[in-house]
Every structure is written in C-alpha cells, then in structure tokens.
C-alpha cells in the first residue's frame, strides 16, 4: 500500500498569511493526487486534483504543486473560511490512500 | 447541480448487518465510477469501495473484504453498500462520492454529507 504522509499535523496562522502544506508519498504516485479541505462537521470538498489543477469554483488563491513523491498544498492569502483541516489523496493504484490530515487552526 | 445523498446508517449491534444507499443526481449516473469513504470519529478519511460505471469492476480495503459489498442500480440512480458482520470499528460516518472529471481517475469531485453507522451493544 501507499503511505501518504502529510506534514505539518497541525498549524497555526493568521488571515494574510501564506500557508504551505506537505504531503509525501511512500513510493512515486505521478501527478494522481488530490487536495480537499473539510471544515468540522461536514463533507470534505474537492479544491485540487491531478497535483495542480484547480478544481472548478475554488479561489485561486489555493495552488497544488509537485509529482513522484512530493506534492505541496498552498494558500497564498489565507482567509477566514479557510480554517479547516486538509487531506491529500493517491489515486495511483489500489488502495486508495489517504494523508492524516493537517489542521489549519487561527493564531 | 450534483446532489448526492446517502441515507441507511444507525445504530447496529456487532456482528450485525446495514445497508447504505446513496441517491445520486445532475450527473449521468452510469459514467462514473463512485465510491465510499468512511471517516471513523475524530479520525481521518479512509477510502473504503470502489465500483465501476457499469458496475463490473469493484475494489475494497482489506478492512472490509469479504464482509462489505459495493453495488449499484443505475436505472435508479442509485449506489448501495451493504455491510454485514459489523464490528465496533466500522462505527464511522460513511461518505458516498463520485469520481472526477478524468476518467481514469478515482479523485472524489462531488461527496455526499455522509451517514452515521454507529456499532456497539
């Protein structure tokens, strides 16, 4: 199976802030990755897929970048519906795989 | 506008059985594959099932391998899980999602707003 391992867990900023987010693959995966955020209590929701390309209707101030095994989430300005927690997933092969998360938290 | 919404969940003692349905609209049903994401409380997604657009094809986690069976009926529109010998680690709300735009492709586009399936005596 592939491993997905997110870092930082968690992570505190303020609105305004430039935020990166890691997500590291146990062997490589290509550009089959996705991003989604999930605020507490609801369904998480798309914003990136193919490691860089927006999904449509999210603000472009999220960016999806990398291939193989290293991918980056980032968010150039962060505003307040932001705060929320972040997942990235393989679609390489089977198992689906998920990262722990990274809980984006308001310093 | 895609709307997906899953319906079945409760409370269940172990060894029990469930079964999900996930109603699915705003989308030509039969061309997407769709899966099931379980997100146990406090804890992270975890990919459950897969199954294909016309339903041939299906893929599980080892978790639920031989107890769980994705399934669905696209003249309703309509994708199901059915979940027997139930354990207290199933206990998770239980997520139906479609695949997105690349065909090749299981990223989830669309989820629905889950289902709870809470398993305890």
């Known amino acids: 199976d592939i491993q997905m391992t997110q870092s930082p867990s968690s992570l505190s900023a303020s609105v305004g802030d430039r935020v990166t987010i890691t997500c590291r693959a146990s062997?490589?995966?290509?550009?089959?990755l996705a991003w989604y955020q999930q605020k507490p209590e609801k369904a998480p929701k798309s914003l990136i897929y193919?490691?860089?390309t927006l999904q449509s209707g999210v603000p472009s101030r999220f960016s999806g970048s990398g291939s193989g095994t290293d991918f980056t989430l980032t968010i150039s300005s962060l505003q307040p519906e932001d705060f929320a927690t972040y997942y990235c997933?393989?679609?390489?092969?089977?198992?689906?795989?998920f990262g722990q998360g990274t809980r984006l938290e308001i310093k | 506008e895609v709307q997906l919404v899953e319906s079945g969940g409760g409370l269940v003692q172990p060894g029990g059985s469930l079964r999900l349905s996930c109603a699915a609209s705003?989308?030509?049903?039969?061309?997407?594959?769709m899966s099931w994401v379980r997100q146990a409380p406090g804890k992270g997604l975890a990919w459950v099932s897969t199954?294909?657009?016309?339903?041939?094809?299906?893929y599980y986690a080892d978790s639920v391998k031989g107890r769980f069976t994705i399934s669905r009926d696209n003249s309703k529109n309509t994708l199901y899980l059915q979940m027997n010998s139930l354990r207290a680690e199933d206990t998770a709300v239980y997520y139906c999602?479609?695949?997105?735009?690349?065909?090749?492709?299981?990223?989830?586009?669309?989820w629905g707003q889950g289902t709870l399936v809470t398993v305890s005596s």
């Open positions: 999602a479609k695949r997105g735009v690349v065909p090749a492709a299981i990223d989830f586009d669309y």
């Open positions: 705003g989308f030509t049903f039969s061309s997407y594959a």
């Open positions: 199954i294909s657009g016309n339903g041939g094809t299906t």
């Open positions: 062997q490589s995966i290509s550009s089959w």
């Open positions: 193919a490691a860089s």
């Open positions: 997933q393989q679609y390489n092969s089977y198992p689906i795989t």
